[in-house]
């Protein structure tokens, strides 16, 4: 079974600075997708970032980028020039290949990211 | 249009009450989902719909049954909950089911059970 790993529980970064929230992952599998989920307080859960495991580059949006390390399992979400809405909890997640799980998210425990002005 | 819509906001019931969550939306997506999320930890999925039919049912306890009577809307009926059930009740869609596909997440139904 997939694990995603976030050893992060909490991060803080200053107002327009740039921080890295970090994402391990155990699979078996060499063709995969990984997402970047983003929870703000009281607010909806939405997608930040998808990555797709049989591409080379690195995926980005806008401020948000990841460092996909395949070899190493590592899925990184970096925020540069972070805002203050920026300030959510941040999951990982790896959606599940095969069985009757097709499909089902395999999140990490997540990473509250505090912004300070 | 990438509104996934829950009501109620809020509830709070007894554990002899039965009473219904609601999630509806408008994208044209065949996929919807029930998760349950406890404060600061992931959500926890419950049960999947592909296509109106319940295609994962995560070992739910019975007290929970969802019910998904078109492709726009997919409830959750709750009776003789216990005070652990208390969580936010997060509902999700998406095209098909696929993995490669985003899911779309409603704000959830806060759930308190006295």
């Known amino acids: 079974a997939q694990t995603v790993t976030q050893s992060q529980p909490e991060m803080s970064v200053q107002e327009a600075e740039t921080v890295t929230l970090s994402c391990t992952y155990d699979?078996?599998?060499?063709?995969?997708?990984l997402f970047w989920y983003k929870q703000p307080p009281s607010r909806q859960m939405i997608l930040v970032i998808r990555?797709?495991?049989?591409?080379?580059q690195n995926a980005t949006e806008n401020r948000f980028s990841v460092n996909f390390q395949k070899a190493a399992k590592s899925f990184s979400l970096k925020i540069s020039d972070s805002q203050l809405g920026d300030a959510a909890m941040y999951f990982c997640?790896?959606?599940?290949?095969?069985?009757?799980?097709?499909?089902?998210?395999?999140f990490g425990q997540g990473t509250i990211l505090t912004v300070h002005p | 249009d990438t509104e996934v819509t829950q009501t109620p906001k809020h509830l709070v019931m007894g554990m002899t009450n039965k009473k219904s969550l609601k999630c509806e939306q408008h994208?044209?997506?065949?996929?919807m989902y029930w998760y349950k999320q406890k404060a600061k930890k992931p959500p926890e999925l419950m049960f999947v719909?592909?296509?109106?039919?319940?295609?994962i049912n995560e070992s739910v306890p019975s007290r929970f049954s969802p019910e998904c009577p078109n492709s726009s809307l997919l409830n959750l009926h709750l009776h003789a909950l216990q005070p652990e059930d208390s969580a936010l009740y997060l509902c999700?869609?998406?095209?098909?089911?696929?993995?490669?596909?985003?899911?779309?997440f409603g704000p959830g139904t806060r759930l308190l059970v006295l």
């Open positions: 999700a869609s998406s095209q098909e089911g696929s993995r490669r596909e985003t899911q779309y």
């Open positions: 699979t078996s599998e060499s063709d995969y997708y």
């Open positions: 990555q797709e495991a049989y591409k080379q």
């Open positions: 997640a790896y959606p599940n290949a095969g069985g009757t799980s097709y499909g089902k998210l395999t």
């Open positions: 994208m044209g997506h065949r996929a």
């Open positions: 719909y592909s296509y109106e039919k319940l295609s």
